[in-house]
C-alpha cells in the first residue's frame, strides 16, 4: 500500500507542465477499436485508467506499443469483439466507451458492467436509448452489458433528458459508421467531447456540431489509423491552480489551453487570486487573503463538477462562508468528512457544502475516498504547517501524471511511502 505524507506550508513557485487530459485519452484511446487499422496516440497521460484502458485493449487482441512515454501505438486489427475482461472493466467509467465502440464496429457489444468513482448509482440508461435509437437490442444482466443489431445500425435522432458526457461519447461511437445521418440533441459540451469527435474526424468521421448542444454524425463506410494528439487536461491544470492560491504560492502552469480554464479562473480570480493568461500558459498568483466565494457546479462551460472538491480544500482557507452547490453527480461530498478530520467547519445541507472559512486548519490522517477527493486533500496539506498523511492513493493515480514530481519541483514537502498494514516499507 502506498500513502503521501505532505508537511505542509511552503509556497508553491515555479513551473508545473501540464500533461495529456484523462477525460479525452480514455474515449480516444478505445475509439482506435473502430478504425480497425494503426492509430499513433500523443500527449497521452501516464496514469493508472489510461494504463487500465491500454491493458484491456490489450487483452482484447490489439498490439500496443509504447512508442515513448507519452506517445502509444494501437493495432486494432487482430481485437476480437466481447473479449474486454470484466475484472478489469469493472474498476473504470470509461469501459462504457467499449460498449460503443464494439457496436459501431461490430455492430454488437458485451461489456461488463462499469466501476469507477464511487458516487452512489452511475446510470447508463441514456447510453442504453442511444443504442436503442440506432437500432440495438440491449440488455442488462449478470453484471453484463449486451447489445446487438443484427440488421446493422441506422442513423436516428437522439435527445438525451440530461447532459451526459459518457452518453454524447457513445452516441458517437456507435453511430459514426451507421447507415444515414445521425443528430444528437442536447449534447454535452465538454473539451473532451470535442477532441474525441476531432479524432474520429481525423479518422475519416463526419462529425460536426462537437461544443453545441447539437452533434451531427453523417455515417461513413469505415475509418482509417492516424496520428492524434489529445488535447491538455484542464482539470489537471485547474488543480495546480488551486494548489498555488491555497499555498500563496506563485506558480507558471504551462501546455494549458487558457479557454477552458475561464469559469475556474473567474472563481479564483473572485476570492483574490491573480490570474494571468499566456497563449498557453496561465500564471498564478496570491498574496492577500482568500475571499469567500460561492460555486455551483454545471456541465461545461460552467463550473466542472470535477474540481468542486479542490474548490472545497480552498474554501476551508477563505474568509467567511462560503457555498458549494453540486448539481451534476449525486454524491460528490464524502471528502468533506476528511476535510473535517484536519479542522474544516463544512457542512452538507442536500446538494450543498456549506464552509466556514477560516477556522485554523492542522495536518491529520486522511483519506483519498476517490479522484478528485484526492486532490482536494494534498491542496489542503499543502496549505497547512504540519504534517498529513494521505492513505488510499491509488485513486489519485487514476488521473494524476507524477503528482509527487510535479508537487516537489515547485517546492511541496512531499513524500510517497510503501507499506504494508504494520510497518513503513520503503519510501520514494
Ligand atoms: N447519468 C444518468 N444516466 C446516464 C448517464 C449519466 O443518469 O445514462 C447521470 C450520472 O449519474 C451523473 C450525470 O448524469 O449524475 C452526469 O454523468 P455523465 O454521463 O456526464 O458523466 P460520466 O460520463 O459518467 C464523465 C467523467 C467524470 C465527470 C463527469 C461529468 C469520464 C471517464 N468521466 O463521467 O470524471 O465527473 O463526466 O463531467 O470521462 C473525474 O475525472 O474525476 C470524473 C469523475
Known sequence: MEKLIING???LRGKVQISGM???????????LLTNDVCVIENLPSISDVTLTLTILEKMGCRIRMLTRDRVEIDSRPAVCGSSPVELVSKMRGSTYLLGAELGRWHRTKVGYPGGCDFGVRAIDQHIKAFEALGAEVSVDKGCVTAAAPRGLHGSSIYFDLVTVGGTVNAMLASVMAKGTTVIENAAHEPHIVDTANFLNTCGARITGAGTDTIK????EKLHGCSYAIIPDMIEAGTYMCAAAATSGALVISNVIPKHLESISAKLEEMGVLIEEYDDSVYV????P???VNVKTLPYPGFPTDMQPQMGALMCLAEGTSYLNETVIENRFKYTNELQKMGASVRVVGH???FDGGAPLSGAKVRAVDLRAGAAMVIA??????????????HIDRGYEDLVGKLRAVGADIRLVVYNDTQMLDEA
Do not use: Q
Open 9 to 11: 506550508g511552503t509556497p
Open 22 to 32: 484523462k477525460n479525452a485519452a480514455l474515449p480516444i484511446v478505445v475509439a482506435s
Open 217 to 220: 454524425v453523417r455515417g461513413v
Open 285 to 288: 498568483t496570491r498574496s492577500g
Open 290 to 292: 482568500l475571499n469567500r
Open 352 to 354: 450543498t457544502a456549506i
Open 381 to 394: 496539506a499543502l496549505a497547512v504547517r504540519g504534517i498529513t498523511e494521505i492513505s488510499e492513493i491509488d
